[in-house]
């Protein structure tokens, strides 16, 4: 079994990475291999809109959305994170969602076998967890276009660094509690 998380944060070293290896602690606990990619450190270019994929099976940029797209095929599950910017997702998570593109074929059928597991995590500045969920949801719509199957969604809420979602108890919980459901 394997458990890839893409983090769309440029702190590697903050909350939403925090959360992400929170959630993954079930998964490697049970011999299940793990791997973070963070975004901010790779060179992945904007989708130009070329549908060169259309007609090749694979997109035309060659750079480091090569290395995920092999992962999304072949991770059993999947943990996609943001912090809250501006009201929404990073851009370096938009950037790779939108590079999704290439894995549909011309007909818009997914590339990635289904029955994967999805979890999302958001960490947000902004007390109310409510506040931002539709970030949250646009994910999960997104990735159930590729066959994946929800597991679950954590939102850090009222956080700004590392040290303040260490004592929310309640949200490591639910979120080594999804980890169990990547299993």
Same mark, same amino acid.
């Given at each position: 079994m394997k458990v890839v998380g893409i983090l769309g944060s440029a702190r590697e070293n #903050?909350?939403?990475n925090c959360l992400i290896k929170e959630m993954m602690k079930e998964p490697a606990a049970g011999g299940a291999e793990t791997k973070i990619y963070n975004l901010a450190k790779m060179d992945i270019g904007c989708c130009l809109g070329c549908e060169v994929c259309r007609k090749t099976g694979s997109c035309a940029r060659k750079d480091d959305m090569r290395a995920l797209y092999d992962e999304l095929k072949t991770a059993d599950a999947l943990i996609i994170s943001t912090p809250i910017y501006m009201g929404g997702m990073t851009g370096q998570l938009k950037t790779f969602i939108d590079r999704c593109f290439a894995l549909k074929d011309a007909g818009? /059928?997914?590339? +990635?076998?289904a029955g994967k597991k999805l979890a999302v995590v958001i960490t947000q500045g902004a007390p109310m967890p409510d506040?931002? +969920?539709k970030t949250a949801d646009r994910i999960e719509y997104i990735f159930q276009g590729f066959g994946y199957i929800h597991a679950g969604? =954590? +939102? @850090? @809420? #009222? =956080?700004? /660094?590392?040290?303040e979602l260490l004592k929310e108890e309640a949200v490591l919980k639910k979120a080594r509690e999804i980890g169990k459901q990547l299993i």
């Open positions: #903050g909350s939403t818009r /059928n997914s590339l +990635i076998p506040h931002y +969920i969604t =954590v +939102i @850090a @809420a #009222g =956080v700004h /660094n590392t040290d």
